[in-house]
């Protein structure tokens, strides 16, 4: 466990998220109350041509800036509308402390607020951006609207910087630049950072907030800084990064699971899903697991909340250790208009070895059934059949306890005979009480990551 946060003791920005639909208006928004554009900024890079002339859909994260009524600074983060780059959103959520939604209906906005256990009471505006309806008081009732919402979010800044990047590009003869917004300590002038992906390290050369030349970024700023030599921009993707060594490589991560209740399709453990954690998506599998006695974890057919998950990933992911790394799971190949394709959340609890090994112990449960063919002479064993076949090897069996339906209960010594039937041995004499064709039942354990096999009695 880690101590709490330390909260700055400096009034700090705030990171505002801007989201809506294709066409919504968002970009037109952050356009009227931005005071300065910054990184892709007002789609500056998303021009396409219709039948209506030119219009400019947000191909990427813009960011840009204002200040609020009470001089708070406020990053606003105008991300895409276009299903096909929720990619982007998930990534950038990583750092949101408010949001703007624009929605066309304010009855639908209340609904979905409720549902999802947040403020239903929460400011919503009126607003036409179209020319001939959009006044000026309408963007003043949303400053105010923002301000009432404004909070003081704890911050850590003590411990090692950690910075979430979104864009990179290549300054000839200068280096690379790099911007992206602080999440935890403080990123000063000069400091080395890697990039593990990249199996590269670099010192910053220049550090920048908001065009001004700075001496160091807090968490919850953005920062943008130069690195020489400059590197291959295209094989740059967002990633979080940090001091050497403060980023661990992993394929194997422990994690809570809070189920989003609008997906309404089930989830099958073992089964692939994309999950947005650390300003990337990586696919994994998913194993949902339930926590029982002994550290041990017993592995559910599906999604059966309340339980925890164990994300197998396909490929490495870089994470921060002694850092709350929260993630979204995401059907992404789920076709727009076909329901909700966010599944679950969570946070990453326990980052596992890369290799594979010292996994938790995981179980599924097994029951084989069968029938008893005969008790014999001794009143002590039964001969039984229906539960295996002719070519089991019964050395993996022996010792293992069979349940009956009436009561006793035994252990199987071995085979009898070459076509399936086996002995069962009883520390109490059974004639009288089991019967010719009575059920019996062998309970199993089978553990995955040993691959071995524990008989149980059901409690």
């Not at 910087?161 to 690379?176: M, N, Y």
Request: glycine share 8%; charged share 25%.
């Amino acid at each position: 466990m880690t101590s709490p946060p330390s909260t700055s003791s400096s009034v700090g920005p705030l990171n505002l998220g801007i989201l809506g639909h294709v066409d919504s208006g968002k970009t037109t928004l952050t356009r009227r109350i931005a005071e300065l554009g910054s990184t892709s900024a007002f789609d500056a890079h998303a021009t396409s041509t219709t039948t209506d002339g030119i219009r400019r859909n947000t191909l990427d994260l813009g960011f840009s800036t204002m200040t609020s009524l009470s001089g708070r600074r406020l990053a606003l983060i105008d991300c895409p509308g276009h299903s096909g780059l929720i990619r982007a959103v998930l990534a950038a959520s990583t750092v949101f402390d408010m949001a703007i939604v624009i929605s066309e209906s304010a009855k639908k906005v209340r609904k979905g607020l409720k549902s999802m256990g947040v403020d239903e009471n929460s400011p919503i505006v009126e607003m036409s951006l179209a020319d001939g309806y959009f006044k000026e008081e309408m963007l003043q009732n949303l400053k105010l609207a923002i301000e009432s919402r404004i909070f003081e979010p704890k911050r850590d800044e003590e411990g090692e910087f950690l910075i979430a990047i979104d864009h990179c590009f290549a300054i000839k003869g200068q280096g690379t630049v790099l911007t992206g917004t602080v999440i935890r300590g403080v990123l000063r002038l000069n400091t080395e950072i890697e990039f593990p992906a990249l199996n590269e390290k670099r010192r910053v050369k220049t550090l920048e907030t908001w065009k001004q030349r700075v001496g160091q970024v807090a968490a919850g700023a953005r920062a943008a800084f130069l690195v020489a030599p400059s590197f291959d921009e295209h094989r740059f993707s967002r990633c979080i990064c940090g001091p050497l060594g403060t980023l661990k490589s992993t394929k194997f991560v422990l994690a809570t699971v809070e189920p989003i209740q609008f997906f309404r399709k089930s989830i099958n453990s073992k089964s692939k899903i994309h999950v947005a954690v650390a300003f990337e998506t990586v696919m994994a599998e998913c194993q949902f697991l339930k926590e029982k006695e002994n550290g041990e974890f017993e592995m559910l057919p599906s999604l059966l909340a309340p339980c925890q998950v164990l994300f197998s990933f396909e490929k490495s992911i870089f994470l921060p250790e002694n850092y709350s790394n929260p993630f979204m799971a995401a059907r992404l190949e789920q076709q727009p208009g076909s329901g909700c394709r966010f599944a679950f959340s969570g946070i990453f609890s326990q980052i596992l070895p890369e290799n594979g090994k010292n996994l938790p112990p995981r179980f599924t449960r097994k029951c084989r059934k069968g029938h008893v063919e005969r008790v014999e002479k001794d009143g002590f064993s039964a001969i039984c059949t229906g539960m295996f076949k002719a070519e089991t090897n019964f050395d993996v069996f022996r010792g293992f306890q069979i349940c009956t339906s009436s009561g006793p209960r035994g252990k199987i010594e071995g085979a009898f005979g070459k076509s399936g039937k086996f002995r069962v041995t009883f520390a109490e004499k059974i004639d009288g009480i089991l019967t010719e064709k009575e059920e019996i039942s062998l309970f199993l354990k089978k553990y995955h990551n040993e691959n071995r096999l524990v008989s149980y009695v059901p409690d």
